[in-house]
């Protein structure tokens, strides 16, 4: 494998001001893009320094030809088509994947089983696991007792009162599939786990803003999670069940305190530790990728869709009761 691979970058927004600098700032390669992602690069003053090693190409169809890596910041369904659309012929040496890696799990497995017979090592950005809080809650998971996660915020599309694939199920956007996706692969790297209950919630519009669930983690924790994405408080916090006036975590936001550069995403130094990742062996993290994949499967299987006005969301910390 190469030690500077020629990065492409497919898709604009998080792909330029995540993981762009995450890549320049510990890998000495070169990284490929479309020229019509100039303008947005040039005008954020943390990006433009990067201008010299970046090679602009006309299309993304370059960007693929060009590319020895490939970095895929797109919609789940854009993911979908672009991995199904690769050439058999040519095989890449690192592809990242975004989340969720399809716009549902019965294709995420086509698309992972795809995308792994025509690279060499193949990456999913679920951050969470290389958060700072990761290893220590982790641990806290494996013994038999009960948590609550509640992780409550408002979206960017809905302070914006944007339109978005973000709000639409069907397209790998919403409350579970988007957000939710994130817990379900940090729970499913502890180990196997079972579903006691899901609910997700829609509101007026048909988004689905909101997702309650119970999981028991095989010889550990009973996890109980309460997931508001159009929430007016922004909080990331875990609790255990028994003392519930104590949270175990509380942060503003999943990475609120990850260590950040004026101007910069916070989100850059887990990438980096993601990046990282591809110097170790294929088999464990493929492992514990069809492990959350199949985890995710299930979870949809014991959804129970309900619109939020029809039901009282339960506040009480042990969610998991009734």
Same mark, same amino acid.
């Given at each position: 494998?190469?030690?500077? *691979?020629?990065?492409?970058?497919?898709?604009?927004?998080?792909?330029?001001?995540?993981?762009?600098?995450?890549?320049?700032?510990?890998?000495?390669?070169?990284?490929?893009?479309?020229?019509?992602?100039?303008?947005?690069?040039?005008?954020? *003053?943390?990006?433009?320094?990067?201008?010299?090693?970046?090679?602009?190409?006309?299309?993304?169809?370059?960007?693929?030809?060009?590319?020895?890596?490939?970095?895929?910041?797109?919609?789940?369904?854009?993911?979908?088509?672009?991995?199904?659309?690769?050439?058999?012929?040519?095989?890449?040496?690192?592809?990242?994947?975004?989340?969720?890696?399809?716009?549902?799990?019965? !294709?995420? /497995?086509?698309?992972?089983?795809?995308?792994?017979?025509?690279?060499?090592?193949?990456?999913?950005?679920?951050? !969470?696991?290389?958060?700072?809080?990761?290893?220590?809650?982790?641990?806290? !998971?494996?013994?038999?007792?009960?948590?609550?996660?509640?992780?409550?915020?408002?979206?960017?599309?809905?302070?914006?009162?944007?339109?978005?694939?973000?709000?639409?199920?069907?397209?790998?956007?919403?409350?579970?599939?988007?957000?939710?996706?994130?817990?379900?692969?940090?729970?499913?790297?502890?180990?196997?786990?079972?579903?006691?209950?899901?609910?997700? !919630?829609?509101?007026?519009?048909?988004?689905?803003?909101?997702?309650?669930?119970?999981?028991?983690?095989?010889?550990?924790?009973?996890?109980?999670?309460?997931?508001?994405?159009?929430? /007016?408080?922004?909080?990331?916090?875990?609790?255990?069940?028994?003392?519930?006036?104590? *949270?175990?975590?509380?942060?503003?936001?999943?990475?609120?305190?990850?260590?950040?550069?004026?101007?910069?995403?916070?989100?850059?130094?887990?990438?980096? /530790?993601?990046?990282?990742?591809?110097?170790? *062996?294929?088999?464990?993290?493929?492992?514990?990728?069809?492990?959350?994949?199949?985890?995710?499967?299930?979870?949809?299987?014991?959804?129970?869709?309900?619109?939020?006005?029809?039901?009282?969301?339960?506040?009480?910390?042990?969610?998991?009761?009734?």
């Amino acid at each position: 494998m190469e030690d500077d *691979p020629i990065w492409g970058i497919l898709g604009g927004g998080f792909g330029l001001y995540g993981y762009l600098p995450a890549i320049l700032k510990q890998d000495s390669g070169q990284i490929i893009v479309s020229e019509k992602h100039k303008t947005f690069i040039g005008n954020r *003053p943390e990006l433009c320094q990067y201008q010299d090693r970046i090679k602009w190409v006309k299309s993304s169809q370059d960007v693929i030809a060009e590319a020895s890596s490939l970095i895929l910041a797109v919609t789940p369904l854009a993911q979908e088509e672009l991995i199904r659309a690769l050439q058999p012929h040519k095989k890449f040496h690192r592809v990242m994947l975004e989340k969720p890696v399809a716009t549902s799990p019965e !294709f995420g /497995k086509e698309i992972l089983d795809q995308v792994i017979s025509k690279a060499t090592s193949v990456r999913v950005g679920y951050s !969470f696991l290389y958060s700072s809080w990761a290893d220590s809650l982790r641990w806290s !998971f494996l013994e038999k007792d009960s948590y609550l996660i509640q992780w409550h915020f408002r979206a960017h599309h809905f302070r914006e009162n944007q339109k978005s694939w973000k709000t639409d199920h069907k397209l790998g956007g919403g409350a579970l599939r988007f957000y939710g996706v994130h817990l379900i692969a940090f729970l499913g790297s502890i180990g196997q786990a079972r579903v006691e209950f899901s609910r997700l !919630f829609q509101d007026n519009l048909g988004h689905m803003v909101r997702w309650q669930a119970c999981l028991t983690i095989l010889g550990g924790a009973v996890v109980a999670i309460d997931l508001d994405c159009n929430s /007016k408080n922004e909080q990331f916090m875990v609790y255990r069940t028994s003392e519930s006036e104590v *949270p175990v975590l509380q942060l503003r936001t999943p990475f609120s305190d990850a260590v950040q550069f004026v101007g910069e995403d916070n989100r850059i130094g887990i990438l980096q /530790k993601l990046i990282g990742t591809f110097t170790e *062996p294929n088999y464990e993290i493929y492992s514990l990728y069809h492990r959350v994949n199949s985890l995710w499967q299930e979870v949809e299987n014991e959804t129970e869709f309900v619109h939020s006005n029809s039901f009282m969301l339960n506040s009480n910390p042990s969610l998991c009761i009734g």
